[in-house]
């Protein structure tokens, strides 16, 4: 960790990392390693990312923890010990802490460190970024790894100012902190409520789960690993990492190639079922054509809807819980524990507000449109990110000729050439983000899979002498139309779900779809191609 610094001091660097979780960890390590004079700003005073600012009770990764890790040291895949199937917060904080150790990534990381604003000097071909404490960076490469959600929302409910009780945020969840024997209120029903709820009703008085649209919840079924079983996997990690990357979520699964209406109704809800209690993402691959038909969409919600029927006891809240109105896939499956059943405890009590709208909040709590109120001693607010382009926005970050990458997203939608880069923005490098697989997939497969790219474009442009690339905005334009284009063929759109793949839960962000959703497979051939024709779309010089 540095020394405190004086509002003068300026430090120059090739490649200035911003973030140190699992992107920022690898783009040190193998820039690092490819000599390339690379320093990174944390503004944690940690590494982790999302994994160290997510401490909420129930947190866990929806990724099979023996996937959800680096590929790219055979010592450490071996070395280290994973002791469940899905792996919690603290365990994937704890690997990323390792990680940092284990190659000595700390030396090059400024923690406590909040970048205000970045700013291209044309004339000097440099990014100089400034951090809130004064201190000031130089670097001929700005490389974003900020993360898809590491910006929460802004709080969007009414009256919230007059709640004079404690809050929380599930991000930035404060560490050891219990709410045992409270009155507690939840607002936010994505995955992070269905991940906190059913852990904070474990041990409060009282809890109430404001929900707005309801999701559909898969169950995790998560478990210990078995004596041997981890030993077998790391014997196949070769094999099994190749797989990930041969699938286009980036991660080991057992797909069916089956699509929904080529069986029958017994086989098909057998198949379902049979997903279900598997547990987990596999339920996804249930069918081939889930997210590509309607009426085999239709069928997996209808099977859902019984799920809930046949677990929750009262039939008025397990109507609630049915999401309707859009299909399942078009917001992010949620995968948790034991969230459904969690209804059935007498602690528990759910508010509907499509049915009972939320008038305001009070003193001591809140008020619904008829009247009713409820007095809360803490309200927990699992209410999401400005996914994707929050990190970007919040910073005031200027390009060629003093333009503003806020005002140009805010106005026009993020738009991204291949996802790397924006026009009028040189060598800012986007890392696993708007305009690539990033959340679509298996996170650490699709980060790795950009950081190699990104590496290999550095080499190139050091090994031929060029020192600045910029993307097209011609080639900007017509990603950001082929990423809507391939959405459109999927069932990913659709419906009336407020997804944050499209910015539509955050009033007034321009939505435009901002995953590519054709996956790493066909990402990778891409990506590749263009690097191929002399990084076709980007102009370097």
Not at 373 to 398: C, H, N, Q, S
Not at 399 to 406: D, E, K, V
Not at 423 to 452: C, R, W, Y
Request: glycine fraction near 8%.
């Amino acid at each position: 960790m540095s020394a405190t610094p004086t509002t003068t001091s300026v430090s120059d660097y090739e490649v200035l990392v911003v973030g140190a979780g699992f992107s920022g960890l690898y783009l040190l390590h193998r820039l690092r390693a490819e000599g390339h004079l690379v320093h990174a700003v944390e503004q944690a005073p940690e590494v982790g990312g999302t994994w160290y600012w997510n401490r909420y009770p129930g947190a866990r990764c929806d990724v099979e923890s023996v996937d959800y890790s680096y590929s790219w040291d055979e010592d450490l895949q071996q070395e280290w010990t994973w002791t469940e199937k899905y792996p919690a917060q603290h365990d994937i904080l704890a690997y990323l802490k390792h990680v940092a150790d284990r190659f000595d990534l700390r030396k090059d990381i400024d923690f406590n460190t909040t970048l205000t604003g970045a700013e291209w000097d044309e004339s000097q071909g440099l990014w100089t970024a400034t951090a809130a404490d004064g201190r000031v960076y130089r670097a001929r490469y700005l490389l974003m790894a900020v993360g898809c959600l590491s910006a929460p929302k802004d709080i969007d409910l009414p009256g919230f100012q007059e709640f004079t009780g404690r809050v929380l945020r599930t991000y930035d969840w404060p560490e050891g902190e219990d709410l045992r024997g409270q009155t507690v209120g939840v607002v936010g029903t994505g995955s992070t409520g269905a991940q906190v709820v059913p852990a904070l009703a474990e041990t409060v008085a009282d809890l109430t789960v404001v929900q707005r649209t309801p999701n559909f919840v898969i169950p995790t079924r998560n478990r210990p690993l078995h004596e041997g079983e981890l030993d077998e996997i790391k014997a196949d990690y070769p094999a099994r990492r190749i797989r990930n990357k041969t699938h286009p979520a980036g991660v080991f699964r057992s797909d069916n190639p089956k699509n929904a209406y080529d069986v029958d109704d017994e086989e098909r809800r057998a198949t379902f079922q049979e997903r279900w209690e598997g547990g987990g993402i596999n339920f996804l691959g249930s069918f081939a054509d889930l997210m590509f038909d309607q009426a085999a969409n239709d069928a997996v919600v209808e099977f859902v809807h019984s799920k809930i029927d046949e677990i929750v006891d009262d039939p008025e809240t397990a109507a609630s819980l049915k999401p309707d109105g859009y299909p399942l896939g078009a917001k992010r499956p949620v995968v948790a524990t034991d969230y459904y059943e969690t209804y059935n405890r007498s602690n528990v009590h759910l508010v509907d507000v499509k049915k009972n709208p939320l008038e305001t909040f009070t003193a001591t709590g809140f008020r619904l449109a008829d009247g009713t109120e409820y007095e809360v001693d803490t309200m927990v607010l699992a209410t999401g990110f400005d996914a994707f382009t929050g990190p970007f926005t919040k910073m005031d970050i200027r390009g060629t000729g003093g333009r503003s990458l806020a005002e140009i997203w805010n106005r026009d939608g993020a738009k991204t050439h291949l996802g790397f880069g924006a026009s009028g923005f040189p060598n800012m490098i986007i890392v696993a983000n708007v305009g690539s697989p990033s959340v679509l997939a298996n996170m650490v497969t699709a980060i790795e899979q950009h950081v190699d790219w990104i590496s290999r474009l550095l080499s190139t442009m050091r090994d031929e002498g060029h020192t600045m690339i910029e993307a097209q905005e011609s080639a900007q334009e017509a990603w950001a139309q082929t990423v809507e284009d391939v959405a459109a063929m999927t069932l990913w759109p659709n419906g009336d779900s407020g997804s944050w793949y499209r910015g539509a839960n955050v009033d007034g962000k321009v939505q435009l779809f901002m995953p590519y959703a054709a996956g790493v497979v066909e990402y990778g051939t891409t990506i590749d191609k263009a690097a191929a024709n002399d990084y076709e779309g980007f102009t370097l010089s």
